[in-house]
């Protein structure tokens, strides 16, 4: 292997950048070339590279997003689009790729893989911390701490006016974030996907703080959780059953994947970029880089991802015990 192209795909994350950078400065201490594919796998199908030095990622380790840009791209999930994506790579004597993204990025990678059998190493980047194979996904810290931090904010106004928040947080179908952020935020209660708690009992356990002497309360929502989908629909149903509160709604959106990123996730990032190269100086190929108990493991493309979101139930306990 000579020369390595990095990508970023997908839903840009805090902590891409330093993936980058310690991609490329793992090729440089190699002595291989780097290259950065821009626009993810869109980008790649173009041909959209520039040849990347050490110096070229120097003050961007402590940048939110993605310098090389990032894109979902619908014509990487065709056959034409994937072949026009080994062409670039072949005219641009690329030996392998490393490519940084979530769920979608990898099933793409896995049978452009297979198609090619072109040598690809991914790195978990999304912060919905929804992939199999690592304990931690390289952004979720950062945005666990921006919404903890959103929270805190909405805590002093909701306490303030005795009102109930009901704040929708991100997760696209797992409920991560939104089961450790609304325990390190103390919400009153947590809607995840994972666990289907049921509007009445969600009713029941507010009117029962309520009575506990519970002035205000916060209600944590992930965006896939079922009664939650509807946040609003949500809150119109509380209005009409819970009067003792006035209800607001909080959808926290976008700023979740913003921001600079926490040092958690730039060391999970630079550890991760760095395992890429050496496993594919090593021959690996078709395979996450993943931490699992604080080691860096080597998951299959294939079977290592799949499976059910593995949150971790007990924290459920963890919640429902401290917000007595
Ligand atoms: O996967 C990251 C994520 O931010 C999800 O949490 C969310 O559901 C989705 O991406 C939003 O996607 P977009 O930025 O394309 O609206």
Redesign the pocket.
């Known amino acids: 292997i000579k020369k390595i192209a990095v990508l970023t795909s997908?839903?840009d994350?805090p902590g891409m950048n330093a993936a980058i950078r310690a991609v490329v400065r793992s090729c440089a201490y190699h002595n291989l070339e780097a290259v950065g594919v821009y626009r993810g796998l869109q980008g790649l199908i173009e041909g959209d590279f520039k040849e990347l030095g050490p110096r070229s990622v120097k003050n961007i380790i402590n940048r939110g997003g993605t310098f090389l840009k990032t894109a979902?791209s619908q014509e990487f999930k065709t056959k034409k689009g994937r072949a026009k994506a080994y062409k670039s790579l072949v005219d641009s004597n690329i030996d392998a790729l490393v490519a940084i993204g979530?769920d979608g990025t990898f099933t793409g990678c896995k049978i452009f893989y297979e198609e090619f059998n072109f040598p690809i190493v991914g790195l978990p980047g999304?912060?919905?911390n929804d992939i199999n194979g690592t304990d931690y996904t390289i952004g979720y810290d950062t945005a666990l701490n921006t919404v903890v931090e959103s929270i805190d904010k909405i805590r002093d106004t909701a306490n303030s006016h005795n009102r109930l928040f009901l704040i929708e947080v991100?997760?696209?179908d797992a409920g991560d974030i939104a089961l450790n952020a609304g325990i390190g935020a103390g919400a009153e209660e947590i809607l995840i996907p994972e666990q289907n708690l049921g509007r009445d009992r969600l009713l029941d356990s507010l009117k029962k703080s309520k009575k506990s002497g519970k002035s205000s309360s916060i209600v944590v929502v992930a965006?896939g959780d079922q009664i939650g989908k509807n946040i609003f629909q949500l809150a119109e149903y509380i209005k009409e059953n819970l009067t003792e509160y006035e209800v607001k709604v909080t959808v926290l959106g976008?700023i979740?994947?913003g921001g600079a990123p926490s040092c958690f996730d730039r060391v999970l990032a630079s550890r991760l970029g760095v395992g890429a190269v050496d496993a594919l100086l090593d021959g690996k190929k078709n395979i996450m880089i993943g931490l699992v108990h604080n080691k860096i493991v080597h998951v299959d493309f294939g079977k290592g991802l799949e499976g059910e979101n593995k949150i971790d139930i007990d924290l459920i306990r963890v919640a429902d015990i401290t917000s007595v």
């Open positions: 997908g839903g994350s979902r979530g999304t912060i919905d991100m997760g696209r965006e976008h979740q994947r």
